[in-house]
């Protein structure tokens, strides 16, 4: 098997066998034709079911994570949704680490508690507080990020999808954060891996997208119908620029690890800052683990601020190039506000952010530009 980057330049990306144009067109139709009733032309009959636009995506997204079958969805929320919908019922019971995308718990809590399903949190690099809040015969699903939004929180996923299989759970991992470029759950014992592609497969802000990796027949089976039966997919428009974006994505992320390096690495020990959240970094409590499963540390860091949420607020809102928007992943850089912005949802509740947290998506720009940046924005707060 080739490489990742020659993968994501070449996987499912077979030039167009009519026109031998390089780059296959959009297929932007709903339907297809059929040689007499029931005679399908590749396997074509209604895109809900399947477009090869799509297909071509699922293609590229299963060869990067090394599983058998991907599905993509019009969100991650989308994609995360088919996903436990085609795993659980009623009394079945989801545990989540305490500092997944407040979407994520916003999803099973506010959509998926109110029809029996039971759902708890816990500390993940614990592995003793997870091995008891497993329910026996009932937890159903281990659901994991890491790294994890926004503090940045790293779990050992070798460890976890070992004690969750021992329980006889479906370990979960959402790789938003790394990508399949810096790390591959599956080839570590996780049996799912989903993403927001709108972040760094995407990596462009230009497409929202999510997506379902799986290894296992059964698995995907039960995937596909989800997704054909309720019909969350992804358009052939944000498929195709999805498709677009990935085969930058090793280059892509090899830049943004290695500029919020530098970014973490200047913060440790400035006098505003409090403490910075960046698994690169030696002091971060997860770095050993990191440094064995990912290739390297990723776009994404957090800083505590010592003068409080006023000061977290006036950094937010003091750069200039690091934009003040929600989302993160793409080539341009952002700033935001976790417990006003992305985790407003989890207010009050456990996974709730602490109010002097400032998220940074480290974004490709020049490293010169970006440091100065921030530095100007501390400046006046040290
Ligand atoms: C953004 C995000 C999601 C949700 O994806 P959408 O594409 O916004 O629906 C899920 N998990 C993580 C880690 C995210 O950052």
Redesign the pocket.
């Known amino acids: 098997m080739n490489d990742f980057s020659t993968r994501a330049i070449h996987a499912g990306q077979a030039f167009d066998p009519t026109t031998g144009a390089i780059i296959p067109p959009i297929y932007m139709s709903s339907t297809f034709v059929q040689d007499g009733i029931g005679g399908f032309r590749n396997g074509y009959e209604y895109a809900r079911g399947g477009n090869p636009t799509r297909d071509s995506l699922q293609e590229l997204l299963a060869s990067l994570e090394g599983g058998s079958k991907a599905f993509s969805f019009a969100?991650?929320?989308?994609?995360?949704d088919a996903l436990l919908r085609s795993l659980l019922k009623t009394g079945d019971h989801v545990l989540m680490g305490n500092d997944?995308?407040g979407?994520?718990h916003r999803l099973v809590n506010r959509l998926f508690v109110p029809w029996g399903i039971e759902l708890s949190t816990v500390e993940m690099s614990d592995a003793d507080a997870v091995r008891a809040a497993i329910r026996p015969g009932k937890t159903r699903v281990l659901w994991l990020?890491t790294p994890?939004?926004p503090l940045l929180k790293i779990t050992d996923i070798e460890a976890l999808a070992a004690i969750g299989h021992e329980a006889g759970v479906i370990v979960v991992v959402?790789n938003?954060?790394a990508s399949p470029y810096l790390q591959q759950p599956l080839s570590l014992g996780a049996d799912v891996v989903?993403h927001?592609?709108?972040?760094y497969l995407g990596g462009h802000s230009d497409v929202?997208?999510?997506a379902v990796v799986v290894n296992d027949e059964e698995l995907a089976e039960k995937v596909a119908f989800l997704q054909f039966g309720a019909g969350g997919v992804s358009s052939p428009m944000e498929s195709w620029l999805t498709v677009r974006g990935i085969k930058t994505l090793a280059v892509r992320m090899d830049r943004h690890s290695e500029n919020a390096h530098t970014i973490a690495s200047a913060l440790e020990g400035h006098p505003a800052i409090e403490r910075v959240f960046y698994p690169g970094l030696e002091s971060h409590p997860g770095h050993d683990i990191a440094a064995r499963q990912m290739r390297d540390f990723g776009g994404m860091l957090s800083v505590a601020l010592k003068g409080g949420p006023d000061a977290a607020r006036r950094f937010a809102e003091s750069t200039s190039l690091f934009q003040l928007a929600e989302?993160?992943?793409g080539v341009e850089s952002l700033i935001s506000y976790p417990s006003e912005m992305?985790h407003a949802s989890v207010k009050g509740t456990e996974l709730a952010v602490p109010e002097n947290v400032i998220r940074l998506s480290v974004g490709i720009e020049s490293i010169g530009d970006l440091l100065a940046d921030v530095l100007q924005a501390l400046d006046p707060l040290s």
């Open positions: 969100s991650g929320l989308a994609a995360e997944v995308y979407g994520t990020e994890s939004n959402d938003t954060f989903v927001s592609a709108t972040k929202l997208g999510g989302s993160l992943g992305t």
